[in-house]
């Protein structure tokens, strides 16, 4: 089953073909990154009209790469959120067309959902049940894979997500957006013991996570610095800020499959790219007896393969939309 996948749900705009949920025939993709670096963040009306620009030449694109005909489609699916509403709103229109001039199902697919399923199309043996860690530029999340569309989320951030953490500090550094990358290439080398930083304990539930206070004291030191006219060991704040994003992470990963039985762990997110938390995971891993899964660096961030993939199991579980679709900013899982 050939499956054209649309992602528009942030700043880049992906269209992809996967054949059966495990094949990547084409993967499509057109990062706005550079444009909304020139502002520090994501501006949410120019990434909707950059969508609006590039969909229809990547959907052509899309499909030249697979060395397909529209008629060898056999359904379209899209990411329906969450997600910045404009941007989601394009591709959701984009792919009702589609399905409807293809005369094809439409499968609607909820993002962080095509995250995880990201793995499947690195990892052919890959299958639920496992324990995923999303941690995306918006969301930050434990869930429970028990299937490939039944999942239960564990535990999540109650602010900031982990790679918003990233960004904003990166921005007070002066580093470019999106500030994930910078910072990790900042932080190599840097003692990690070098600024104590928060680490977040939140009641109620333990697996839940939240990333604003570590935020907010980080953007304070290097603020109080600047006015007092002192230097900040830019490395080591670097070092320390990915150091503290990490034990948030790590040790509650481990908690949440020690509590639900899980002895594999999959990563999923542009998040986990970063090589510090890729190192603590697989040394945490190694040390419960947990088998990990780290989604290459080409599939870490946001793609239409992914949504391909995730899409073809949602069909096989009776997910279908109609023209009556909607996009949606926040979405359960
Ligand atoms: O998954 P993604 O591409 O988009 C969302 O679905 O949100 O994640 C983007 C986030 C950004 O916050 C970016 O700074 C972060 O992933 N990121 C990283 C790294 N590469 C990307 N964070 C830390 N280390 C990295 N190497």
Known sequence: MNILAFESSCDETAVAVVRDGRHVLSDAILSQADMHAIYGGVVPEIASRKHVEAIAALSGKALADAGLARSDIDAVAVTYGPGLIGALLVGVNFAKAAAFALGVPLIPVHHLRGHIAANYLAFPELEPPFLALCISGGNSMLVDVRGYTDMAVLGATRDDAAGECFDKIARVLGLPYP??????????????????????????????????????????LVHNAEQKGEAIDRSGLA???????????????????????????VAAGGVAANERIRGDLERSCRENGIRLYLPPLSLCGDNGAMIGSQAYYEYLSGARADSSLNAYATLEL
């Open 239 to 265: 070092a320390s800020v990915t150091a503290a994003i990490s034990e948030e992470l790590v040790p509650r990963a481990m908690e949440a499959a020690k509590r639900c039985g899980r002895k594999v762990l």
């Open 179 to 220: 500030g994930g990358k910078p910072m990790q290439d900042l932080a190599r080398g840097g003692d990690d013991a070098k600024y104590p930083l928060p680490r977040a304990k939140v009641a109620g539930n333990d697996l839940d996570m939240s990333f604003s206070g570590l935020k907010t004291a980080a953007v304070n």
